[in-house]
């Protein structure tokens, strides 16, 4: 390999997108927890120390929920990437946690006259869904096993009593008519 040829490869493993660190972070905590598997024998373990196995392989380690994170990458206006992360791994001073809320994937649509909020929430029922709009922010939240919020700002303001939801195999749609402006009402 010519030295400019590692110096290319030298910059591009300098190259982080905010999600390196985390990513490595994960990776390091899959082998660790890996080796660890790896030396034990499971006939040489207490009934207690089984018990607690068989439970944060339910809920995640020590209880605790388990980590959930990932990245939907759409291409924006003109082109320009939009990243959105989801999930309930949350980036904290004091090195990643993992929470027991989920932030679900969505999207907003701005369709003339109205908004469409598409919000992916699998393993939820749809009354476990709550939805209300305070100032111009809209949240949403699921109170089931599985444990979901989101505060979307809107870009406009709306009318709050056009609101319609549907719900069907995890997907929830909002739909909200914008409010009309002053004076437009008068053109029409």
Same mark, same amino acid.
């Given at each position: 390999?010519?030295?400019?040829?590692?110096?290319?490869?030298?910059?591009?493993? @300098?190259?982080?997108?905010?999600?390196?660190?985390?990513?490595?972070?994960?990776?390091?905590?899959?082998?660790?927890?890996?080796?660890?598997?790896?030396?034990?024998?499971?006939?040489?373990?207490?009934?207690?120390?089984?018990?607690?196995?068989?439970?944060?392989?339910?809920? @995640?380690?020590?209880?605790?929920?388990?980590?959930?994170?990932?990245?939907?990458?759409?291409?924006?206006?003109?082109?320009?990437?939009?990243?959105?992360?989801?999930?309930?791994?949350?980036?904290?001073?004091?090195?990643?946690?993992?929470?027991?809320?989920?932030?679900?994937?969505?999207?907003?649509?701005?369709?003339?006259?109205?908004?469409?909020?598409?919000?992916?929430?699998?393993?939820?029922?749809?009354?476990?869904?709550?939805?209300?709009?305070?100032?111009?922010?809209?949240?949403?939240?699921?109170? @089931?096993?599985?444990?979901?919020?989101?505060?979307?700002?809107?870009?406009?303001?709306?009318?709050?009593?056009?609101?319609?939801?549907?719900?069907?195999?995890?997907?929830?749609?909002?739909?909200?008519?914008?409010?009309?402006?002053?004076?437009?009402?008068?053109?029409?």
């Amino acid at each position: 390999m010519s030295r400019a040829e590692k110096e290319k490869r030298d910059e591009m493993e @300098g190259l982080d997108l905010g999600l390196g660190g985390l990513f490595k972070g994960i990776g390091d905590l899959i082998d660790l927890v890996s080796g660890m598997v790896e030396k034990v024998d499971l006939a040489d373990l207490d009934e207690e120390t089984l018990s607690r196995l068989r439970r944060a392989s339910r809920s @995640g380690v020590g209880g605790a929920p388990r980590g959930v994170y990932g990245v939907s990458v759409r291409r924006g206006v003109g082109g320009i990437p939009r990243v959105q992360p989801f999930g309930n791994i949350r980036r904290t001073e004091r090195g990643p946690i993992v929470e027991e809320v989920r932030e679900p994937l969505t999207d907003l649509f701005d369709e003339d006259d109205l908004l469409l909020v598409v919000a992916e929430l699998p393993g939820v029922e749809e009354k476990e869904t709550r939805i209300e709009i305070e100032d111009d922010t809209l949240k949403f939240s699921s109170t @089931g096993r599985r444990k979901y919020a989101k505060e979307l700002p809107l870009p406009c303001p709306v009318d709050e009593s056009t609101l319609e939801t549907t719900y069907k195999n995890g997907i929830l749609e909002i739909r909200l008519r914008k409010a009309e402006e002053p004076g437009e009402a008068e053109l029409k």
